[in-house]
């Protein structure tokens, strides 16, 4: 394990001991007026468009640092309600979609999900493309820290040729699909030898109106340590950002790598619809 402190600076630079500060959240206010003025103004040049423009706002300072911290980051309304609407609605077009899996046929929980096919539709290419470079940032300084050999390139498009060229060629995005009682078991979304270690997800559903119960949950296992739970609130058009596997942690004796896994607990009523965005394709 590397001794170097959590900081996502120039890997070049000279490191001197710190600690990592906490992160410090935009009031909930000022946050919502920030996604309301990117929301509008994505509507004047349309979703795919706008999308870019959206996520190359957001404070990535911010969200390198709840990642840092906590191995997740919360993105308060990175989709509208319409949007979400229209994405949740396209659970029922199976032209759209590679494949279909019942969760209980597999012991993976209770419910469903479906693999969206090439060509993505295009506001899922455009989120997965725009959140890909400021992710493999972080993701190459998270490598760094934990003596993990792989670097991912700045362009999502070099990263996908190396899964194709490993024969990883069928795209992972996914819409998963909760009735009352289901559930997801906790899991870890690897597909292949080429893992992007983060991935992201967008409630696309509003709780306490559509469903209850429900919440996303991530567990986080450090060596010689209980699991840790944490439950993460969502509101529908809210995006999640979390490890897919490891993470690096600043413990008294330098960096060691926790393992995480996430799911969703159990529907207690209503129907609850989520879009998963994963980063790399699978075997």
């Known amino acids: ?15 001197k001991p710190r600690t990592v500060p906490p992160l410090a959240p935009a009031p909930a206010a ?27 706002g957001l404070d990535w300072q911010a969200i390198t640092d ?16 319409d949007e979400c609407a229209a994405m949740a609605a396209q659970y029922a077009q199976p032209q759209l979609f590679r494949s279909r899996v019942v ?44 003596d993990l050999p ?18 990883q060629q069928r795209p992972t995005p996914l819409l998963l699909q909760y009735t009352a009682g289901d559930y997801n078991c906790l899991h870890q979304d690897l597909y292949g030898e080429h893992v992007f270690p983060l991935q992201a997800a967008v409630l696309l559903s509003q709780p306490g109106a ?35 596997n490891h993470r690096p942690v600043q413990g008294t004796r330098g960096i060691y790598r926790v393992n995480l896994r996430h799911g969703v607990s159990r529907l207690r009523v209503g129907a609850r619809h989520t879009l998963g965005i994963i980063f790399h394709d699978a075997n």
């Open 66 to 81: 709840e990642l840092n911290a906590r191995g997740y980051a919360v993105l308060p309304g990175l989709l509208t309600a």
């Open 1 to 15: 394990m590397s001794n170097n402190e959590l900081d996502f600076g120039d890997p070049s630079a000279e490191r």
């Open 30 to 56: 000022d946050a919502a007026q920030a996604a309301q003025a990117a929301q509008t103004a994505r509507r004047a040049v349309g979703a795919a468009a706008g999308i870019a423009v959206h996520v190359a």
């Open 103 to 146: 969760m209980s046929q597999h012991g993976f929980g209770s419910g469903e999900y479906q693999y969206f096919r090439y060509p993505l539709p295009s506001l899922i290419a455009a989120l997965r493309n725009a959140l890909y470079g400021p992710l493999a940032q972080i993701a190459n300084r998270w490598h760094e820290l934990m």
């Open 210 to 244: 559509d469903f209850d119960g429900g919440e996303f949950v991530l567990t986080e296992q450090r060596p010689r340590m209980q699991s840790r739970v944490e439950v993460v609130p969502l509101k529908r058009g809210d995006m999640v950002i979390f490890a897919v």
């Open 150 to 167: 792989d670097r991912f390139p700045a362009e999502h498009t070099e990263f996908l040729a190396r899964c194709h060229a490993a024969g």
